[in-house]
């Protein structure tokens, strides 16, 4: 997923195509890093806080590609 997703910004960045449609989780992933990313660099969180944000993001991802299911799956399983 990560490699598709880089070749899809060098794509945009080379005014090319893009190869295929980012799904809205891989884009609002993305877009969580960055902005964690982004208040890590201006000092506004912590290096903890940052990972932990982060961490979420990738979590999603690598549940996602492993075709894992996600808590709120569980939770209905349960029942």
């Known amino acids: 997923m990560e490699y598709l997703a880089f070749c899809d910004k060098i794509a945009v960045e080379k005014l090319q195509p893009v190869s295929r449609a ?5 884009v609002l992933n993305d877009r969580q890093v960055q902005r964690a990313s982004r208040l890590l660099l201006a000092g506004q969180t912590t290096p903890g806080h940052f990972l ?4 979420f993001a990738v979590l999603a991802a690598v549940n996602h590609g492993l075709h894992m299911p ?6 209905s399983d349960s029942e």
């Open 70 to 75: 996600t808590p709120v799956d569980n939770e």
């Open 22 to 26: 980012r799904r809205w989780t891989a």
């Open 52 to 55: 932990h944000q982060a961490s």
